[in-house]
């Protein structure tokens, strides 16, 4: 079940860091999903890291660094994405 939670954070994630990027992301669903979840777990070593993973009620300064990260990955793949050749 830790895996399907995954893919569902991943996709929320992923589609929360497209929303804040500027312009349209032309990469498919399932790099979104996994550039979320690749977000979701950075975020969260980020958050350990500063000591925000854990807090009173909702997690917010844990799920900005989240789609933070989801949306620098997103800015970096999209271009590499968009410029590959077809064959």
Do not use: D, F, K, S
């Given at each position: 079940m830790t895996f399907v939670w995954a893919i569902i954070a991943g996709l929320i994630i992923g589609?929360?860091?497209k929303?804040?990027?500027p312009g349209?992301?032309?990469i498919p669903l399932w790099l979104t999903i996994i550039l979320g979840?690749?977000?979701g777990l950075v975020g969260n070593a980020l958050a350990s890291a500063f000591g925000v993973r854990d807090t009173s009620g909702i997690d917010w300064l844990r799920h900005i660094l989240q789609i933070?990260?989801?949306a620098v990955l997103i800015g970096l793949v999209t271009p590499m994405w968009a410029g590959r050749r077809r064959s």
């Open positions: 589609l929360l860091a929303l804040v990027l349209r992301q032309p979840i690749i977000g933070g990260v989801a």
